[in-house]
């Protein structure tokens, strides 16, 4: 009798221990894959920064009595990737950056202008959006990244940060553009927030007046009037879950 008793405790023992082990595994499994990814981030935010500087010091020449006032020099845009279309600067933002368009609408949510791939991925304009911003409403895109690049710092428009005047520049290789934010708030993901042209000035106009009405922060907007060009910009809230949605015009009478 004492030895099966011993027996028992022997096999409980076993199985303890082999369930301790598989834990031990798992958690070691867990520790590696974790470890990979963050030091495959750390690597990948490290080589997007080197790109970003080498490209903006090679491209962007700045006035120095005028930060606002910047030269894009397109045609070596143009040789890196073809595919840009514009540059986007905020002040006080880390936003400053090419704006591209590609073969489809997720071509370069994993790609820098080079091409390669990329966690922080690029800016872009939807695959079917006039390039030349003369739609009624262009929508840009770029991921929330938590060292704050790529569109990030929407963020700091949303929760005030930046106050109720802010400008949003868009340089092409014909036209320096000013747009003024009239909007700033968080929507679902699954609306349909892309339109880009209007099927008459009465959709356009309920269209800017429900944004305004939406907004989180109050933007002066007395200027808003259906001959305004929207552009629309959209990134991750810090939850992924939605979108920060940040409208701004371009007017004659602003």
């Not at 514009?86 to 880390?94: A, L, P, V």
């Not at 990329?118 to 991921?143: A, M, P």
């Not at 892309?194 to 099927?199: A, E, L, Q, Y």
Request: hydrophobic content about 35%; charged content about 25%; glycine content about 4%.
């Amino acid at each position: 009798m004492e030895g099966k008793k011993t027996n028992k405790k022997g096999k409980h023992a076993k199985k303890d221990n082999k369930l301790i082990n598989i834990i031990l595994f798992v958690l070691i499994c867990i520790f590696l894959y974790s470890g990979f990814n963050v030091t495959m981030w750390l690597i990948s935010d490290r080589k997007t920064k080197e790109l970003e500087t080498g490209l903006y010091v090679n491209v962007v020449t700045e006035d120095e009595s005028n930060s606002e006032d910047i030269k894009i020099d397109f045609s070596k845009l143009k040789e890196i990737n073809p595919d840009v279309i514009g540059w986007i600067k905020i002040e006080n933002t880390y936003i400053n950056y090419p704006i591209l368009q590609g073969k489809s609408d997720d071509y370069y949510l994993k790609k820098d202008i080079y091409q390669n791939y990329s966690l922080s991925g690029s800016i872009f304009v939807d695959s079917k959006t006039n390039s030349n911003f003369n739609d009624d409403n262009t929508v840009i895109y770029g991921h929330n990244m938590k060292n704050q690049r790529m569109f990030a710092d929407l963020h700091k428009i949303n929760n005030g940060e930046l106050g109720n005047e802010v400008k949003v520049n868009i340089y092409t290789e014909n036209a320096e553009m000013t747009y003024k934010v009239f909007s700033v708030h968080v929507e679902e993901p699954s609306l349909d927030l892309i339109i880009k042209n209007f099927s008459n000035v009465n959709e356009k106009m309920d269209y800017i007046n429900n944004a305004f009405q939406k907004s989180n922060v109050n933007f002066n907007a007395d200027y808003l009037n259906t001959e305004c060009k929207i552009i629309t910009l959209m990134t991750c809230d810090n939850n992924n879950k939605r979108r920060v949605v940040v409208n701004a015009v371009k007017c004659d009478n602003i």
